[in-house]
């Protein structure tokens, strides 16, 4: 059971209405008029609650379980407790993702504007935002409908923030147009100056960053992530990114739609991504590649060259991936002979 | 000597109550009446200072040491130079960390609230504490006696802080319980959303995160730091943990007890380890695995399997420490023979 | 054309004017009066603006640009689209970066101090600074003339910052020295305790921190990059270093003047650096090391010994970097033989 203290749920919902929901199959020996109240982790759900089984290290604990209702594949129904209600479908997360934001959609958002806001009296924002404590719009700055403004952000001058969008608190955001519905979560630090030097061996001369960072719809950026600006091109986040906590994106950088970019990933200057690219933590890409639609970038690999689309890569400098672990398995093998 | 407009020395100390609190022998060729009046490093302590020397690659320092007293090693004894008075001890390091605490202990906190603080008529926050500069404390938000809440940090709905506790400045702390005695340092952000979708080729659906952050008692937390809270579990930090700077924490993951986490580390979602685990900067995990009590992560590994209590693992893929390095040496001869 | 809303360009420049900022010759095809109105990159720039081609990458671009005229290598010259006025120089990002400059030159600081921040009447700041709201200021401090101090960042007490400094939005200095001409990007966190423990498998003794961390003139840090004070030593940045975002730069580390480090790297404690050291993005170093002037480290390396002055390394462990790539050739051989 969550708590209450921090989450309010909404519902309850029989299963009927959970089935449409989650737009999965009831098993044809459940109740559909059966009444749950909560969402709840597998070991922790009990008999109102619904959880879900996605992934098959968490098989006894399923079997255990003493959840009411719980999403499944197929292919795991024999192995559901006795009286659990199960909802059928080949996508199980997919179907809690639903359910759960039936229960804890975001709340309403109350206008208000606290009294240490600044807000430079020639910005835009619409009536129905909230701006909280410390909050800083510079001059120029447009702000959309029912935003959320965190406390102790700073929104720089000209900066534009589409709809619904929630930019959390103590971040800056200078250089940028934002669309609708992105959430930013706390310390994003969004359009500084990216590193851009003219090297010598005698002093490095910082070259002016004259782009700007253009970021789509439903894009989602984590905790203390950092994107540059473009140098004089902009460096673009598409629509439905998302992008994890600790990541830095250098300038000029363009991440096609619904790539999701995991925690610690570095991005150097001028590489360009696809759509739908998959990027494993830590991993790092030297400047100026292209890594083609759909590829997937295991965790930790160092990416020094182009990737086509569909390709998966692994290690440093990365390999194909079958390629990068056959390397890792004869050096084992031969490691482990040494030993012998 | 320390600098005077940022740090204020206690003291002197006599030899004698130096070695108690050290808890190590003075060498009999030392006064134990002679009185020091603070700590210094090797190279710079002169002779009212007290230094320590605890990595051999210092010997030769030590032997060049102006510092009045030393605590070191039995084994080190032959090397001091003339007339330093000794505190033997096979923990010079700990020695000097309780020494340093007994000079440069906290400054008493001065109970203050900032006019620009904005607290939430719901908050409670005990008389003693100190609330600096545009610090924002949530409603239903409670702090404990004695806390330090840094300037410009924001403290969420609801969020409970223990006694004694210093939240550094620029942070925020959302959806979380902290015990006493935790130190969490500028930039620390905990609470946010975890990385949750339900990835899909059309687009990824938002997972709503129910759970919360526990931390225990005697943590301490680096700067910039990121902490995300539970899916519905908790993410739970145990009492005497210690994490760097730039650590990257993902929803559901439990650390047990005493817990080291050095730099850059990213650890995902669902992870868990167990008691005192040492892991080494810029370490990388998988979600869903457990390392075992006392395990040993080495700097840069990539940790992709559960690994059992006492191993020491390196590489990424992580290995055995000792196959790793030899499969490091094997390919480092390999490459010297081709070069030949 | 840059976004007129972020960025105001001074100019209009001839052709001779721009070629003795960039110390570039004019190509004999090229009519010295021709004007020039701004700078842009070579897809986007057009018959009144100037660009550069640096990068062998872009040939392709270059001779396809509509841009009036172009910075280039004497041997790119025959490369160059009809009409193009050529300003012909070896070090053609050097010419832009001066132009770019030119152009672009940082606003004039117009003096201000918002009602919403906080100086402590000990404090000293020079009248023709700007303080941004919610700024703090610490009792002690002293800020010198035509500084820059972002909204919402904290300047902890008796921290001196030199002449002409940017200290970005977000921010938090503490037990620190900061030269002249210096830029903190948003969310640095400077001078906070460094990691600094005696270990023991029944808790952690905290070593306190006594240290500074002092910054050189001309030095640039990246936004959430994480700047611990020393223990007794100090920290020390030394003049004309750039770091990039989401550095971790551990107590009493030293960087030499001009080093350049790039994202996500992570030195650990005590480990000194010669002048002009490079350092690759993801690189990290293990504590009381010593790397040489000029040395070159690629990114993601491990460096686990003292590096010689100008040598070149790369992997983890690093190693000489011809060795590595070998190496890594050497298995890359045998996982595609094996696959065969």
Chains 1, 2, 3 share one sequence.
Request: aromatic share 6%.
């Amino acid at each position: 059971m969550t708590d209450q203290r921090f989450f309010t749920a909404g519902g309850p919902f029989a299963l009927k209405k959970l089935a449409e929901i989650s737009q999965a199959e009831i098993d044809p020996s459940a109740d559909p008029e059966s009444v749950f109240t909560d969402v709840a982790p597998l070991a922790a759900a009990g008999p109102r609650d619904i959880t879900f089984l996605d992934n098959k290290r968490y098989v006894e604990a399923f079997s255990n379980s003493l959840a009411g209702a719980c999403l499944v594949r197929p292919n795991m129904v024999p192995r559901a407790p006795k009286g659990m209600a199960l909802l059928v479908t080949e996508e199980p997360y997919h179907g809690y993702a639903r359910i759960a934001r039936a229960f804890y959609g975001p709340p309403p958002l109350e206008p208000f504007m606290a009294h240490t806001a600044s807000v430079d009296e020639t910005a835009t924002v619409s009536e129905d935002c909230r701006l909280e404590a410390g909050s800083v719009i510079g001059p120029g700055a447009i702000i959309g409908n029912r935003c959320h403004i965190g406390a102790n952000t700073v929104v720089g001058p000209a900066v534009t923030i589409g709809d619904d969008c929630s930019i959390g608190p103590g971040a800056s955001i200078f250089c940028c147009r934002i669309g609708a519905r992105v959430i930013t979560h706390p310390g994003v630090r969004i359009g500084q100056d990216g590193f851009g030097f003219a090297l010598g061996p005698k002093g490095h001369i910082k070259v002016p960053q004259l782009g700007r960072v253009i970021i789509g719809d439903d894009v989602e950026i984590g905790a203390n992530t950092t994107i540059d600006r473009g140098t004089g091109p902009d460096t673009v986040i598409g629509s439905g990114v998302k992008i994890d906590n600790l990541v830095q994106i250098g300038h000029n950088v363009r991440l096609g739609k619904g790539c999701v970019v995991v925690s610690l990933v570095g991005i150097s200057g001028s590489t360009t991504f696809g759509d739908f690219v998959m990027i494993g933590g830590q991993a790092g890409f030297a400047g100026h590649l292209h890594i083609g639609d759909g590829a997937k970038i295991a965790a930790q690999s160092g990416v020094m060259r182009d990737i086509e689309a569909g390709a998966s890569v692994g290690g440093s400098p990365a390999a194909p991936i079958r390629e990068w672990l056959r390397g890792v398995a004869i050096l084992e093998r031969m490691a482990k002979k040494k030993n012998g």
